[in-house]
């Protein structure tokens, strides 16, 4: 179970952040609308930041990486930064959302065993996007780490020989099934859950599938529960899931029983659809989400070994971080020196230079309630 333990001997640092850090590009109807950095590793710093959550994060990128980040990443010399284009077209599927192909265009090296730091940690989260995790690191990481989270992508993920389409392969043929019982939780979005047989690995670890507008479910072997989403205006749904996973693993680390740790989740979602890049949260604004949670790890906790009941008054929990949530999201937008409809944007997302944001890959928001990434 993970435990709330102070940092581990011979490290302050509680948790370990494996994937390489991206260059993403947003094209609308074959139109560059933004380009941003990206990778889950930047989304889920960003989250457990704003907690104030130390962690070493170990991303590989070339010498043409363009941004300045809180955690820098290990440069390889004679490589080039793992780039993705995300292709979006103007029409809006039957539930609302914009459709999206993925390419990885550019791929850096493989993270191996021997870049992983010669320490434990209380938790680590394998989060690869570019096919960037072997076997053998994530078995490093479960011998390293009390408690691994695993985003499927960073499993599952194969690209198109010609044009670098993602397409997902069976996790039974992906070379990490062996690992499973080994692992805590294991993170997929509803249409990856298609590939993972969800019946069969739920008894060998928790999983947590993120259905976009309709929020996640939480499976382990013995039951499973729904958690309500977040209302949010999509601008941009990349980076939805890795923000959902950072904020699931943050609450946990804080004490939250699972149901109220995906709430959170939900609500670093929803954060991210609705604006370009990882979430941005000034000081005031992470101390208000974390003296939220401060108070609901009081009411409900009892031990210091992970629970999947039901916290009390669950519907004030959601309200309190609801209400935070329209403060944050007004903060950004003044921030950004921009009305929300603005086809300009020039941001500083988390301490983190970003190139000029051309216009939102979407010219009018639609309602929906969270994101996939």
């Known amino acids: 179970m993970l435990r709330y333990s102070e940092a581990p001997q011979n490290s302050n640092l509680r948790g370990l952040i494996v994937g390489n850090y991206c260059h993403d590009v947003l094209l609308r109807d074959g139109a560059v609308v933004a380009e941003t950095i990206g990778g889950s590793t930047s989304f889920i710093s960003a989250v457990l930041d704003s907690f104030s959550i130390s ?10 990486f363009a941004y300045v980040t809180n955690h820098p990443p290990l440069v390889v010399p004679s490589s080039e930064t793992t780039v993705f284009h995300a292709y979006f077209d103007s029409n809006i599927d039957a539930s609302g959302d914009l459709d999206r192909v993925l390419k990885r265009v550019r791929a850096c090296d493989a993270i191996r065993v021997s870049d ?14 570019g096919g960037e995790i072997l ?8 011998e390293i780490c009390d408690k ?36 805590g939780f294991l993170k997929a979005s509803s249409d990856e859950a298609m590939f993972i047989d969800l019946e069969e690995v739920r008894k060998f670890c928790c999983v947590v599938v993120t259905h976009g507008k309709e929020g996640c479910r939480v499976y382990w072997k013995d039951g499973d529960m729904e958690i309500a989403p977040f209302t949010a205006s999509q601008v941009d749904p990349t980076g939805a899931g890795d923000s959902f996973l950072g904020g699931f693993v943050a609450g946990l680390v804080q004490g939250l029983v699972v149901s109220d740790a995906a709430i959170v989740g939900n609500f670093f979602g929803s954060l991210t659809v609705s604006q370009v890049g990882p979430p941005k949260l000034n000081t005031l604004l992470s101390q208000m989400v974390k003296d939220e949670i401060h108070k609901r790890r009081n009411i409900e906790r009892k031990d210091d070994t992970l629970s999947f009941e ?12 609801s209400a935070a949530k329209a403060i944050i999201m007004r903060h950004v937008q003044e921030s950004e020196g921009n009305p929300p409809n603005s086809p300009t944007k020039v941001m500083k997302q988390n301490g983190m230079n970003t190139k000029l944001l051309v216009k939102s890959v979407q010219e009018e928001a639609i309602e929906i309630n969270d994101g996939e990434s």
Do not use: N, W
Not at 55 to 62: D, F, I, Q, S
Not at 121 to 127: K, P
Not at 157 to 162: E, G, L, M, S, Y
Not at 310 to 321: K, N, T, W
């Open 148 to 183: 691994v989270f695993v985003d499927v992508q960073a499993l599952i993920r194969t690209f198109d020989a010609v044009d670098g389409t993602v397409k997902p392969i069976a996790l039974k043929e992906s070379g990490f099934f062996h690992l499973l019982p080994r692992i």
């Open 116 to 129: 992983l730091p010669k320490t434990r940690f209380d938790f680590g989260m394998a989060v690869g996007v």
């Open 55 to 64: 962690h070493h994060l170990v991303a590989k990128v070339g010498p043409d």
């Open 310 to 321: 039901m916290a009390p008054d669950e519907e004030r929990f959601y309200a309190s971080l």
């Open 135 to 142: 076997p053998e690191t994530l078995e490093r990481m479960l």
